[in-house]
């Protein structure tokens, strides 16, 4: 028999009160319902207009539970709710706006509460993908096997230290289940895409940095003895248990809020109902700063929170992020007092250089504007050379009078450390917008011409300009075109004359970056900027140089192998694929081209450029292999690479030219086909293709090397039916007559689709022998093979 609860004017029916759901302690339903209830003002901040994916236990945790993303027809009418249009359907997902929403919630029993980083807008307007926007950052620690707490909490610590250098704040979570969440809020709301970017990039580095108990990579075949820090979280698609969010383990567990000082207990545990409640009681809530809750669209406009006005001065971050009673940094009002007829006024606005010694060594640049310090945290200081591209992360506006502070800031407060001035003095500006800003400083350090160039949400590029105007790319270079390798064995050559790369399974791309623009293309010129938004990084690692680089977009897979398959297959795995450019070859320099340079002069300008992209895990330099070419074979084939590249140490660049100065050697047979027709399916394939007829391009139409059925998959197939049927003919494109059974029921179409297919061998009527579909060739056409 249900019973109600009044709960702030709504009604609410309960039911089983004292059914129990968490069967090792015999905590009750009534119990689940009395700690929502009580928590609510702290978790509502944090689950506020973000679409709830509920986890439910109806019969306990000693039973099989399901995720619940659509909202039942049962939910009360006075439970907000946001539709989402996924790729395969439309769900209607429950928001929670009040306690009441929280208590029908365990009534149901919905004991994890799981959210994406991105909230709703607060007007009813449809949401695209493209456009959730991010107001957190989540870094989920995952322990592999044999790993403690105690010693998550140790990378966890760690990553604060990285955030603190970037200008973010930590607040540690432990999840209730093995792990630990470090959110960070952002001082902007980003996109979806540009969190998980930045996510991954801390994972990346901290990984690299600890590569003995650290990974980045999700394959669980490497995470023993290490966290795994999983920065896919932060996708759109993606949600993590909310803090506050009950557990459904034996025991009811608590997503809670720790203290960083709790995170160096070696004895850290995780939270239960119980010891939450009293943790509430006598820490209230460690999560005050990570969420604002979004104005309620019913709010009268009265009510509403003035924004600040244009050119007014707005220090609330900055005030926000410190305590007045405990840090000897000035607040805004020192200045008022000081006696402006016995000071001699500055000849322009004044810039000051502030070396910081917080967690991490780093120096704080600020320009006066607008009657504040506008800030950036740069961990290396400005350059001196031109050649030089530095790290500027934004941070919030600082009063004016802090041009003046040198001294101590307590351990423990924002920015902990010892302060003193590197150097100070005026600018002139030459441009100042929203993603770019040019001054010339006049320092006792520091003098020259900087830019700063917004390449993310809080990231920048300081870069020291040169007075002489951008190179001119030579028309040699105007339409690129890549050198191209010859398939021969490369097992008898020398490391003397001979230099040894990895041959890898993707798309060849050369990237032009010059006039501040950046375009991909394929090798027979084909425009593929579009296809790799994921390459973009590319243009802010570079900065204000100008270059043409050679090299292969990739996708790495779990086992961190290049996989074709999965690149052709991006599109449809919702962002999730890791993909990579992986560079090898530089043509062009500053308005110097580099064709006619031998090979070890390029590699050299290239090695020098590398660290552009050192903190760019979507940009990589890989090592030329050392030692011989059979050395380098059986290096290839132990880490099963597609095979080898070797190029000659003094040979210079041919643009769209095979070369026997380049050689490659695979390691299994590949090939580039078109495809000519295909053959309806049968059985559970009788709606779709069945196998393909394949062929290779000569002068009078497609010479017939066999069919390929293996290696697709159900989305392939559909995807490949819809884009062959408009290219229906009526007659066969392929030379000679295919076997009667073939040519019966056969579709023929125009050979416009280029593809590649592996195989074993060729049969003796000269056919593939096993072949496996591989992908769709998007940077070829069929005159290119």
Do not use: C
Not at 206 to 226: F, I, W, Y
Not at 651 to 664: A, D, E, H, I, L
Not at 754 to 777: C, K, N, Q, Y
């Amino acid at each position: 028999m249900a019973d109600t609860l009044d709960v702030d004017g709504r009604t609410v029916s309960v039911t089983h009160l004292d059914k129990v759901l968490y069967p090792a302690t015999g905590t009750r339903k009534a119990e689940v319902i009395e700690y929502y209830d009580h928590i609510a003002p702290l978790v509502l901040p944090h689950l506020w207009w973000r679409p709830i994916t509920r986890k439910r236990w109806p019969d306990g945790t000693g039973a099989q539970p399901f995720f619940e993303k659509n909202l039942p027809t049962s939910a009360p009418e006075w439970l907000s709710r946001r539709v989402i249009e996924h790729s395969d359907r439309t769900a209607t997902y429950p928001l929670a706006t009040s306690r009441a929403d929280l208590i029908w919630f365990a009534q149901q029993a919905a004991l994890e509460l799981h959210v994406p980083q991105w909230t709703f807008p607060v007007d009813d307007a449809p949401l695209a993908k493209a456009d959730r926007r991010a107001n957190r950052l989540v870094l989920d620690l995952d322990p592999g096997p044999d790993v403690t707490l105690a010693q998550t909490a140790e990378i966890a610590l760690l990553v604060r230290d990285i955030l603190d250098g970037a200008g973010l704040v930590g607040y540690p979570v432990t999840s209730g289940s093995k792990g630990i969440h470090v959110y960070a809020p952002l001082p902007a709301t980003v996109t979806s895409d540009n969190a998980r970017t930045v996510a991954k990039q801390i994972a990346t580095a901290l990984a690299a940095e600890r590569p003995d108990d650290v990974t980045a990579v999700m394959a669980k075949a490497v995470r023993a003895g290490k966290v795994f820090i999983d920065w896919s979280q932060n996708s759109s698609a993606k949600t993590t248990l909310s803090p506050y969010s009950l557990r459904g383990r034996d025991a009811p567990m608590v997503a809670a809020p720790r203290t960083w000082d709790e995170l160096a207990d070696p004895d850290i545990a995780h939270v239960s109902l119980a010891e939450m409640l009293t943790r509430v009681d006598d820490l209230g809530d460690l999560l005050a700063d990570l969420d604002i809750a979004i104005p309620d669209p019913t709010t009268p406009a009265d009510d509403a929170v003035d924004p600040v006005a244009p050119g007014v001065v707005d220090l609330s971050e900055y005030r926000r992020k410190r305590d007045k009673t405990r840090t000897p940094e000035p607040f805004g009002d020192s200045r008022e007092d000081v006696d402006v007829e016995d000071s001699e006024p500055p000849a322009g606005p004044i810039f000051v250089i502030q070396e910081h010694h917080a967690r991490r060594l780093h120096y704080d640049f600020r320009l006066e504007h607008d009657g504040v310090l506008v800030s950036w945290a740069v961990p290396k200081n400005l350059p001196t050379d031109p050649g030089q591209n530095r790290l500027a992360v934004h941070t919030e506006d600082h009063p004016m009078d802090y041009a003046d502070f040198a001294g101590d800031i307590p351990a423990g407060e924002y920015g902990g450390g010892h302060v003193e001035i590197w150097d100070r003095g005026t600018f002139e500006t030459e441009k100042w917008r929203d993603d770019e800003v040019i001054v010339r400083l006049h320092g006792e350090r520091i003098q020259g011409r900087y830019a700063l160039i917004r390449t993310g949400d809080k990231n920048w590029l300081a870069h020291l300009m040169s007075d002489e105007p951008r190179p001119i790319v030579p028309d040699s270079l105007r339409d690129p075109r890549p050198m191209l390798a010859t398939l021969e064995p490369v097992e008898a050559l020398d490391a003397t004359d001979w230099a040894f790369e990895g041959k890898w399974d993707g798309y060849r791309i050369l990237a032009q970056y010059t006039d501040g623009a950046l375009r991909l293309r394929s090798r027979s010129g084909i425009d593929m900027t579009a296809d790799f938004p994921q390459l973009g990084s590319l243009a802010d690692d570079l900065g204000l140089l100008d270059v043409i680089l050679d090299g292969e977009a990739v996708a790495i897979d779990a086992s961190g192998r290049s996989n074709f398959t999965l690149l052709t297959g991006r599109a449809a795995a919702d962002g999730e694929v890791d993909v990579r450019y992986l560079v090898f070859d530089i043509l062009f320099l500053n308005g110097t081209s580099l064709l006619r340079k031998p090979w070890r002069d390029r590699r050299a300008v290239l090695e020098e450029i590398a660290p552009l992209f050192a903190r760019d895990p979507v940009i990589e330099v890989p090592p030329v292999l050392e030692g011989s070419g059979e050395e380098a074979m059986t290096h290839s084939r132990d880490r099963g690479w597609e095979g080898v590249v070797a190029k000659r140490r003094d040979s210079v660049y041919q643009q769209g030219r095979r070369s026997t100065t380049w050689r490659k050697q695979k390691n299994w047979r590949d090939i580039e086909v078109v495809v000519g027709g295909w053959r309806p399916g049968k059985g559970n394939r009788s709606s779709t293709i069945g196998s393909l007829l394949v062929g290779l391009p000569e002068d009078t139409g497609l010479r017939y090397i066999g069919r390929v059925g293996t290696g697709l998959t159900e989305r392939q197939l559909a995807e490949l039916t819809a884009e062959l049927e408009p290219l229906r003919r009526k007659t066969s494109p392929f030379l000679e007559r295919l076997d009667r059974p073939i040519e019966r029921d056969a579709v023929w179409v125009l050979p416009k689709v280029v593809a590649e297919v592996r195989f074993m061998d060729w049969t003796t009527a000269g056919h593939l022998r096993h072949p496996s579909w591989r992908g769709i060739r998007r940077d070829k056409l069929p005159g290119d093979l």
